[in-house]
């Protein structure tokens, strides 16, 4: 798809429509604005000595670096409160680093103005530990608004929802009242509103933090299988187990850096080992 | 389509905060019943002294018949002047029977004597004299030795002028409280039911919309609030009115002799923009003290 050549997000993402699935709405951030040619070869999230602090005495992030290349599938773990939910907002700018830069899709997230916020939000899934459904709206509605925010017309809407839904296992059920649905289902309905505009990028915020293990499981699964089809996951999870039944690239929050550990929580712990016994 | 789905949304919104709305709604309604019953008593007011003032009068009292050669002459004399239209002369008897005939009373007083009222020249103006003229002609006409007195109504029209000013500083001022409660309620309406949304407008903005995205439906729901309670209120006073006209032209009218009036199209079309405007305008204020997610 020619990138260049978009002018706004609604074009973006009918144009994706006969493109799928290989390409993505692009991460323009602003109507009208236009990507560079050299994004696509860029990774899709560089952080650069990023600085988060709340409390003087205790900063949140000190120099955290990352880069996630596009496809990748990345945990996010650390100790509660040791910032994985701050890095999140960071990249999806509900906060704005102290110092650094978030590089997504090669534009400075953090020097985006209030008006372009919504723009990088519209490339964006982000699904969190308490759902953040509507509980009163129907699953269709609650999956459909992110695309009526897009402005896509209505029968492309019910079609995408449709899809989405039957992605997540929750086929048919549109009609369903979201606040009668189990805490699994309600999470699996959070995760559709994050896959229906097809965003460059999802961001999981503990999203298996209010489920059983069992159901925990399930859901991982289900972004495994939404990474499986190209997009580019950040999970955030202090749920060990978690971690180590898969073998996907942990990155791992110490004391406000961003410490890598390439495959999987195993591969973490002989790190830790060994750098434990160099010391 | 974007119009379309910011009013799908609103009538969402209202759908699911109806008993909130309809509180609001009645509210307003009172509110606008009473502006309107104002508008309606101005209006009318305003009406009856336009019917007095316009075209301006002068009676010349005479102290003889018209048909005298005094008369004569000073009817022909006011005839050539610029600022008179016309000159009519009425007779006593003339006078006496109008009376008889205007009033219900009539039978009643036909022992009133035949002089009751005095011959006398009524004079139409042309347009356009200002009152300085007036009182000028009327000393001039005056000297005549055939004139009694000079009628000028300067007085009674000063008196209904500063009635009718009166009025309209009291309904403006009822305008301004109407729309100050307009404001006051709507906007804590919309407080009320943004709390209530904080859920939905938080899933929104995460999914990338827009400050106008999220506040369009509120604002519609704003408007609809004072549009719908402003229509109310014009329903119930056209019915009070329709009920209650036959009484009122017996009484008022037969006073001041001609119909009342229910308000003018334009003037409830004014109403309705307004209350619409004005319910748009609280809602604004209050998301924007109030969105904060």
């Known amino acids: ?279 | 389509m974007k119009l379309r789905a910011i009013v799908a949304r609103a009538r969402r919104g209202l759908r699911g905060d109806l008993r909130l709305y309809l509180v609001a709604v009645a509210c307003l309604t009172v509110a606008f019943v009473c502006l309107g019953a104002a508008l309606w008593g101005l209006e009318n007011l305003a009406a009856l002294h336009d019917r007095f003032a316009g075209p301006r009068r002068l009676t010349v009292l005479l102290r003889e018949s018209p048909d005298t050669t005094p008369a004569r002459e000073l009817r022909a004399a006011l005839a050539e002047l610029v600022e008179v239209r016309s000159v009519r002369p009425r007779t006593a008897a003339e006078l006496r029977d109008a009376f008889l005939a205007d009033s219900a009373l009539g039978e009643g007083l036909e022992a009133l004597p035949a002089d009751l009222f005095p011959a006398s020249l009524e004079v139409t103006l042309v347009p356009g004299i200002d009152r300085e003229r007036i009182r000028a002609l009327a000393e001039r006409i005056g000297r005549f030795p055939v004139v009694e007195g000079v009628e000028t109504y300067e007085g009674w029209l000063g008196g209904f002028d500063r009635i009718v000013l009166g009025g309209r500083i009291v309904v403006g001022g009822l305008a301004l409280l109407v729309l100050l409660s307009v404001l006051a309620v709507v906007g804590g309406t919309i407080r009320l039911t943004v709390a209530g949304r904080r859920a939905e407008i938080e899933v929104m903005k995460l999914c990338g919309a827009t400050d106008g995205f999220v506040r369009g439906p509120f604002l519609v729901e704003g408007a609809v609030q004072g549009v719908v309670a402003a229509a109310l209120a014009t329903a119930l006073l056209a019915g009070l009115y329709v009920l209650g006209r036959d009484a009122l032209d017996a009484t008022v009218g037969a006073l001041t002799g001609g119909r009342t009036a229910f308000l003018a199209p334009w003037m409830l079309v004014a109403m309705w923009a307004g209350a619409a405007l004005a319910g748009a305008v609280g809602s604004a204020v209050s998301l924007r003290r109030y969105l904060t997610v």
């Not at chain 1, 144009?15 to 323009?28: G, I, K, L, M, V």
């Not at chain 1, 599938?73 to 509660?80: A, E, H, L, R």
């Not at chain 1, 509980?135 to 897009?150: D, G, K, R, Y």
């Not at chain 1, 990028?201 to 069992?214: K, S, V, W």
């Open chain 1, 1 to 279: 798809m020619p990138a260049t050549q978009l002018s706004d997000t609604r074009r973006g993402v009918e144009r994706s429509e006969s493109a799928r699935p290989s390409s993505r709405p692009f991460p323009f951030f602003r109507a009208g604005a236009r990507a560079e040619a050299t994004a696509g070869s860029r990774p899709l999230l560089v952080l650069e000595d990023v600085h988060k602090v709340f409390r003087p005495d205790r900063p949140v992030l000190r120099g955290a670096n990352l880069v996630v290349e596009r496809g990748e599938f990345v945990f996010i773990t650390g100790p509660s409160g040791s910032g994985k939910s701050t890095l999140l907002q960071l990249i999806y700018r509900r906060q704005t680093p102290d110092d650094g830069r978030i590089l997504f899709c090669g534009r400075d997230v953090a020097r985006l103005t209030e008006t372009s916020i919504p723009f990088l939000r519209r490339n964006l899934g982000i699904v969190f530990q308490d759902f953040k459904v509507v509980p009163h709206w129907t699953v269709f509605e609650n999956v459909a608004i992110a695309l009526e925010i897009l402005a896509m017309p209505r029968r492309l809407v019910r079609a995408r929802v449709a899809e989405a839904l039957e992605r997540v296992g929750l086929a048919g059920r549109g009609g369903e009242r979201t606040g009668v649905l189990s805490g699994g289902e309600q999470q699996r309905v959070a995760v559709a509103r994050a896959i229906v505009t097809e965003p460059a990028l999802i961001l999981a915020d503990e999203p298996t933090g209010n489920l059983d293990p069992a159901l925990a499981v399930d859901v991982l699964t289900l972004f495994e299988e939404i990474h499986a089809t190209g997009t580019t996951v950040l999970f955030a999870t202090h749920d060990h187990s978690l971690i180590a039944s898969r073998d996907h690239r942990v990155v791992c929050l110490e004391e406000g850096r961003l410490v890598e550990a390439r495959r999987g929580l195993r591969g973490w712990h002989e790190r830790l080992r060994v750098v434990g016994g160099a010391a």
